[in-house]
T-cell receptor
Framework: DSGVTQTPKHLITATGQRVTLRCSPR?????VYWYQQSLDQGLQFLIQYYNGEERAKGNILERFSAQQFPDLHSELNLSSLELGDSALYFCASSVEADSYSYEQYFGPGTRLTVT | SQKIEQNSEALNIQEGKTATLTCNYTNYSPAYLQWYRQDPGRGPVFLLLIRENEKEKRKERLKVTFDTTLKQSLFHITASQPADSATYLCALPQAGNTGKLIFGQGTTLQVKP
């Protein structure tokens, strides 16, 4: 158990809908990262927050947005969902902002299926 | 642009042997490199971090090397066990963007009893 929690575990929804994925980092970790993993793309970095502020951005679609709240939990909002958005979404946390020098702890993931 | 390459073919070895996985990268000189293990349907688990000034790092049966001249990292599992069967990912920070880790596609290791 990494100490990172994600809800829900599974999500099935229709195209065009909007969903919110939630992540609670490990106690004491200030950085939260979101990743998307699909079979053909591998693990893709979406966005990082550090202590409430956006820190780094990957190839995150405009239909996707995220935020980190004062209690450090984070939410990833996915809207106007398309079939291609079906994937595993992982949240990870680390103690500091610089991902390269600190290990990241991954949550169990949310499996999103868009039908 | 930066590129990370891991052998996409699965590596099948016999229990007790040493597994060696390769991570090659181009167009970049990272200060650190990380290795993660991922089991099907689960989140990656951090294994080892090695810095550019460290040639080798060990943790129990695991050993990582980092050759900045060859732009390559090797990940070794000695005395492999069926429980070591998983996908192993290497990860590097994106140049100029310390918040972003780029992951390789991973190599799947299958250890047969």
């Amino acid at each position: 158990d990494s100490g990172v929690t994600q809800t829900p575990k599974h999500l099935i929804t229709a195209t065009g809908q909007r969903v919110t994925l939630r992540c609670s980092p490990r106690s004491g970790d200030l950085s939260v990262y979101w990743y998307q993993q699909s079979l053909d793309q591998g693990l893709q970095f979406l966005i990082q927050y550090y202590n409430g502020e956006e820190r780094a951005k990957g190839n995150i679609l405009e239909r996707f947005s995220a935020q980190q709240f004062p209690d450090l939990h984070s939410e990833l909002n996915l809207s106007s969902l398309e079939l291609g958005d079906s994937a595993l979404y992982f949240c990870a946390s680390s103690v500091e902002a610089d991902s390269y020098s600190y290990e990241q702890y991954f949550g169990p993931g949310t499996r999103l299926t868009v039908t | 642009s930066q590129k990370i390459e891991q052998n996409s073919e699965a590596l099948n070895i016999q229990e007790g042997k040493t597994a060696t996985l390769t991570c090659n990268y181009t167009n970049y000189s990272p200060a650190y490199l990380q290795w993660y293990r991922q089991d099907p349907g689960r989140g990656p688990v951090f294994l080892l971090l090695i810095r550019e000034n460290e040639k080798e790092k060990r943790k129990e049966r695991l050993k990582v090397t980092f050759d900045t001249t060859l732009k390559q990292s090797l990940f070794h599992i000695t005395a492999s066990q069926p429980a070591d069967s998983a996908t192993y990912l290497c990860a590097l920070p994106q140049a100029g963007n310390t918040g972003k880790l780029i992951f390789g596609q991973g190599t799947t290791l299958q250890v047969k009893p």
